[in-house]
């Protein structure tokens, strides 16, 4: 289906794991960004990309990892979850940035809890 | 420091009523500011956009409206129907080419049929 995914919808995990949250986006939209949404907190930027195999930090990209070798895809990898990262996590996309015009199409967002 | 935030946490209205949500920003220099809507379970939907040099901008049963001397936006919603109940938040985007939104907490908004 067109739009953009995020896989899975729902992540239960243990401190210490490893866990990688998937998104995919069939526009062939350059930008793409990952934020985490808590409770008391408005939504904040994890990580974003500009282009295949360009990626920048966020306001809060520590114990966060991503890649993006596609265009379509932007995986975004806890290499050890902690506590602190349960959360919601949304994917977005945009044509070019988040310029006036260029708005940014969210996903339906991942829940993930650590233990 | 700099923050965007929101007057009320929640807001409740009858079916017909028009909706007004506020937000106040401290940054002076952002480019321009966008507000979403969030339904329950789902990711935000953008709604309308305003750049700092407009005052006013209409949209589909939408307007919003900036007022730079007090650093101030709102979205007004006109005869608000029960699929707008949701949680509003506005963003900000800096000038300088980061294009980094701060968003704010959220205002919940409930329609009352």
């Known amino acids: 289906d067109a739009g953009i995914t995020q896989s899975p919808r729902y992540k239960i995990t243990e401190t210490g794991r490893q866990v990688t949250l998937m998104c995919h986006q069939t526009w062939s939209h350059s930008y793409m960004f990952w934020y985490r949404q808590d409770l008391g907190h408005g939504l904040r930027l994890i990580y974003y990309s500009a282009a295949a195999d360009i990626t920048d930090k966020g306001e809060v990209p520590d114990g966060y990892v991503v890649s993006r070798s596609k265009t379509e895809n932007f995986p975004l990898t806890l290499e050890s979850a902690t506590r602190s990262q349960t959360s919601v996590y949304f994917c977005?996309?945009?044509?070019?940035?988040?310029?006036?015009?260029?708005?940014?199409?969210f996903g339906p967002g991942t829940r993930l809890t650590v233990l | 420091g700099e923050s965007v935030g929101l007057h009320l946490p929640t807001l409740s209205v009858q079916e017909g009523d028009n909706s007004i949500i506020n937000c106040a920003y401290s940054n002076s220099a952002s480019d321009y500011f966008i507000w979403y809507k969030q339904e329950s379970g789902k990711g935000p939907q953008f709604i309308i956009d305003?750049?700092?040099?407009?005052d006013k901008r209409q949209g589909q049963r939408v307007t919003v409206l900036l007022n730079k001397t007090v650093k101030h936006l709102s979205l007004q919603i006109a005869a608000t129907q029960p699929g707008d109940s949701a949680v509003y938040f506005c963003?900000?985007?800096?000038?300088?080419?980061?294009?980094?939104?701060?968003f704010g907490r959220g205002t919940s908004l409930i329609v009352h049929p």
């Open positions: 977005a996309s945009s044509p070019t940035g988040t310029g006036m015009g260029n708005e940014q199409f």
């Open positions: 305003i750049r700092s040099n407009m």
């Open positions: 963003a900000e985007i800096p000038s300088g080419g980061s294009y980094i939104p701060t």
